[in-house]
Nanobody, 124 residues
Framework: QVQLVESGGGLVQAGGSLRLSCAAS????????MGWFRQPPGKDREFVAA????????DYADSVKGRFTISRDNAENTVYLQMDSLKPEDTAIYYC?????????????????WGQGTQVTVSS
């Protein structure tokens, strides 16, 4: 049974930082590219960042480029999202997802498994 479990969310002031983690189990982690998505209140889920299976390639939404960093530890079956210079508009539920391809997908339907999400709230 595949499980993706996010952690690290919370309440932070604008300009602050958070580091999200997503621990994967029940799958061969190195076979999957990994992505982070977020769903702001009242809006659709949107792409944030993705990382290739070997961590050699990454992709970011324009809204987070230069502020967020995605990384992975294949020995620990974990993907991370370091979020710096946070803004109130980053407030959302953040989800990690796995993608059984070699590409860096931005479309939600490219992803096979999803976590339950972790809330990030940025106060102004």
């Amino acid at each position: 049974q595949v499980q993706l479990v996010e952690s690290g969310g919370g309440l932070v002031q604008a300009g602050g930082s958070l580091r999200l983690s997503c621990a994967a189990s029940g799958l061969t982690f190195t076979w999957y590219a990994m992505g982070w998505f977020r769903q702001p209140p009242g809006k659709d889920r949107e792409f944030v960042a993705a990382i290739s299976r070997g961590a050699g390639n990454t992709d970011y939404a324009d809204s987070v480029k230069g502020r967020f960093t995605i990384s992975r530890d294949n020995a620990e079956n974990t993907v991370y999202l370091q979020m710096d210079s946070l803004k109130p508009e980053d407030t959302a539920i953040y989800y990690c997802a796995s993608d059984y391809t070699s590409g860096l997908a931005r479309a939600r339907d490219e992803y096979d498994f999803w976590g339950q999400g972790t809330q990030v709230t940025v106060s102004s």
